[in-house]
């Protein structure tokens, strides 16, 4: 492997706190620890529905480049904007790093998912290829004419981490959600199953931004006082570094509601502290999660979703222990950082050969 030279386009700055841009800021991070030369090139404007400024800071960064220059374009920034991809995707060897298709987010309309689904699929159809973070997202590519040869899989890296303790023996269990409140990741379907399970002793820790959509944040917060939960359920705002550790080592078990994931780092997080989770079967999530470290219901399913946390809470039962060992026993084969990185490198070379 031969380091080069490569340009990352991503919308906006890069350490915001999503899935997408961790993902994008491990790999900036690893390729240059692999000798790259990685530039990143931040984009302003609105995404993934692009306006004006958006569309220009998009062609001015394609068109400073020069000539067969290796691109990689998040695909937050590239769905919308099929045209400047279009222009130069003839002299530039433009990858597409696709987390999840825009035009599969929830709480957009029939309309917009359909414009979606166009953009996107001109948009891929100029790169030299397409690099998702799991095979679930890999196979609904064909969709939009996007070829097997065309397509790598890197997985999000997950560094080993000490086994979560709980919090303590004299405290209610803790569950733990990491995700942003937007539509998406369904926090009102868990308030909704924790109201169905007000009877056993539970604290939930919801650790997330409340910014990404106001709208959203505002309906959930007011379901949690609408069903008296505030002293239960906490939302604690966005946590990172040692304070984002502290809460997944203090947890009892990991809850994630999501109508759909690309794949699901904080669930692979998860079971990396050894946690048993209870989630969905949205998307690439069965994937993420094996089948003996938790427990799937169907997104939505607030009814299905509370008997899972029941099951899993109800004292004696020994399935929260058992999800817990098998949560252990499959973090060991989860990829670093490190690797991650050492398959992305391997995926933008073989993609641009």
Same mark, same amino acid.
């Given at each position: 492997?031969?380091?080069?030279?490569?340009?990352?386009?991503?919308?906006?700055?890069?350490?915001?706190?999503?899935?997408?841009?961790?993902?994008?800021?491990?790999?900036?991070?690893?390729?240059?620890?692999?000798?790259?030369?990685?530039?990143?090139?931040?984009?302003?404007?609105?995404?993934?529905?692009?306006?004006?400024?958006?569309?220009?800071?998009?062609?001015?960064?394609?068109?400073?480049?020069?000539?067969?220059?290796?691109?990689?374009?998040?695909?937050?920034?590239?769905?919308?904007?099929?045209?400047?991809?279009?222009?130069?995707?003839?002299?530039?060897?433009?990858?597409?790093?696709?987390?999840?298709?825009?035009?599969?987010?929830?709480?957009?309309?029939?309309?917009?998912?359909?414009?979606?689904?166009?953009?996107?699929?001109?948009?891929?159809?100029?790169?030299?290829?397409?690099?998702?973070?799991?095979?679930?997202?890999?196979?609904?590519?064909?969709?939009?004419?996007?070829?097997?040869?065309?397509?790598?899989?890197?997985?999000?890296?997950?560094?080993?981490?000490?086994?979560?303790?709980?919090?303590?023996?004299?405290?209610?269990?803790?569950?733990?959600?990491?995700?942003?409140?937007?539509?998406?990741?369904?926090?009102?379907?868990?308030?909704?199953?924790?109201?169905?399970?007000?009877?056993?002793?539970?604290?939930?820790?919801?650790?997330?931004?409340?910014? $990404?959509?106001?709208?959203?944040?505002?309906?959930?917060?007011?379901?949690?006082?609408?069903?008296?939960?505030?002293?239960?359920?906490?939302?604690?705002?966005?946590?990172?570094?040692?304070?984002?550790?502290?809460?997944?080592?203090?947890?009892?078990?990991?809850?994630?509601?999501? $109508?759909?994931?690309?794949?699901?780092?904080?669930?692979?997080?998860?079971?990396?502290?050894?946690?048993?989770?209870?989630?969905?079967?949205?998307?690439?999530?069965?994937?993420?999660?094996?089948?003996?470290?938790?427990?799937?219901?169907?997104?939505?399913?607030?009814?299905?979703?509370?008997?899972?946390?029941?099951?899993?809470?109800?004292?004696?039962?020994?399935?929260?222990?058992?999800?817990?060992?098998?949560?252990?026993?499959?973090?060991?084969?989860?990829?670093? $950082?490190?690797?991650?990185?050492?398959?992305?490198?391997?995926?933008?070379?073989?993609?641009?050969?």
């Amino acid at each position: 492997m031969t380091p080069a030279e490569l340009h990352f386009v991503v919308p906006g700055p890069l350490d915001q706190l999503t899935g997408g841009y961790v993902y994008d800021g491990h790999m900036v991070e690893g390729l240059r620890g692999l000798g790259w030369r990685v530039r990143v090139h931040n984009l302003e404007g609105r995404f993934p529905a692009a306006d004006a400024l958006a569309q220009a800071a998009m062609s001015s960064a394609l068109g400073s480049l020069p000539d067969g220059a290796l691109v990689v374009i998040d695909g937050l920034a590239m769905g919308g904007l099929p045209g400047p991809i279009e222009t130069h995707g003839d002299r530039l060897r433009i990858v597409s790093l696709l987390h999840h298709p825009l035009s599969k987010e929830t709480g957009i309309s029939a309309e917009d998912a359909a414009r979606l689904f166009a953009t996107e699929r001109r948009a891929l159809a100029p790169c030299a290829g397409v690099i998702v973070s799991s095979a679930f997202t890999a196979r609904g590519l064909a969709d939009f004419g996007v070829s097997d040869d065309r397509i790598r899989v890197v997985l999000p890296g997950t560094e080993p981490a000490p086994t979560a303790t709980g919090p303590g023996s004299a405290e209610p269990p803790m569950l733990l959600c990491v995700a942003s409140v937007t539509p998406r990741k369904a926090h009102e379907v868990l308030v909704e199953a924790l109201a169905r399970v007000r009877d056993l002793e539970w604290t939930c820790v919801c650790a997330g931004g409340l910014d $990404w959509d106001p709208e959203q944040a505002d309906r959930v917060l007011h379901a949690v006082a609408e069903a008296g939960l505030e002293d239960r359920i906490d939302f604690v705002g966005e946590r990172k570094g040692s304070d984002l550790e502290a809460l997944y080592r203090s947890a009892s078990a990991f809850v994630l509601p999501s $109508w759909y994931e690309g794949y699901g780092m904080a669930l692979a997080d998860a079971l990396a502290h050894g946690l048993p989770v209870v989630s969905t079967t949205g998307g690439a999530i069965p994937f993420t999660v094996p089948a003996e470290a938790g427990l799937l219901v169907a997104p939505g399913d607030a009814e299905a979703f509370a008997a899972a946390l029941r099951a899993l809470l109800t004292p004696g039962s020994g399935v929260a222990a058992d999800l817990a060992a098998a949560a252990r026993r499959h973090a060991g084969g989860l990829p670093t $950082w490190t690797d991650s990185a050492r398959a992305f490198a391997s995926a933008v070379e073989e993609l641009t050969a």
